[in-house]
């Protein structure tokens, strides 16, 4: 643990010692679950091989993450996995292919969560994107 002096405006302050009181919890507490709450998104949450790539996007400015927010699949890859997921007997070769579609598609989505998300800490308003 590390300690840290900060300095904080009287009305949240107060705010915080409200809410430790009314929570009866220590104010410390308060203070660490809010800054929890308020940080970007920690990336250690996911799994390991997508940490790489969603660490690149905190240097990236807003234009580039609200274009990876709005990224999607083609119609193509998606109708390519789609087959290649109802086909029941995939040679070895189609299931790679199939795993390596797996992880594109894995990995655009935690993407776009994570520019979303990085967005919204910015103060960002982030459009419902599918």
């Given at each position: 643990?590390?300690?840290?002096?900060?300095?904080?405006?009287?009305?949240?302050y107060?705010?915080?010692?409200?809410?430790?009181?009314?929570?009866?919890?220590?104010?410390?507490?308060?203070?660490?679950?809010?800054?929890?709450?308020?940080?970007?998104p920690?990336?250690?949450?996911?799994?390991?091989?997508?940490?790489?790539?969603?660490?690149?996007?905190?240097g990236?400015?807003?234009?580039?993450?609200?274009?990876?927010?709005?990224?999607?699949?083609?119609?193509?890859?998606?109708?390519?996995?789609?087959?290649?997921?109802?086909?029941p007997?995939?040679?070895?070769?189609?299931?790679q292919?199939?795993?390596?579609?797996?992880?594109?598609?894995?990995?655009?989505?935690?993407?776009?969560?994570?520019?979303?998300?990085?967005?919204?800490?910015?103060?960002?308003?982030?459009?419902?994107v599918?």
């Amino acid at each position: 643990m590390k300690t840290l002096a900060l300095e904080i405006p009287d009305a949240l302050y107060e705010r915080l010692e409200r809410i430790a009181g009314a929570t009866h919890q220590p104010l410390n507490v308060i203070v660490l679950k809010s800054l929890q709450m308020g940080a970007p998104p920690d990336i250690t949450d996911v799994p390991s091989e997508f940490q790489a790539t969603l660490a690149d996007l905190d240097g990236l400015d807003d234009s580039a993450l609200f274009a990876i927010a709005a990224a999607q699949q083609t119609p193509e890859e998606f109708g390519h996995y789609e087959t290649l997921l109802a086909n029941p007997s995939r040679t070895p070769q189609q299931q790679q292919e199939l795993d390596q579609l797996r992880f594109a598609a894995d990995c655009l989505m935690l993407r776009k969560a994570h520019a979303a998300a990085l967005l919204k800490w910015r103060g960002r308003i982030v459009p419902n994107v599918a």
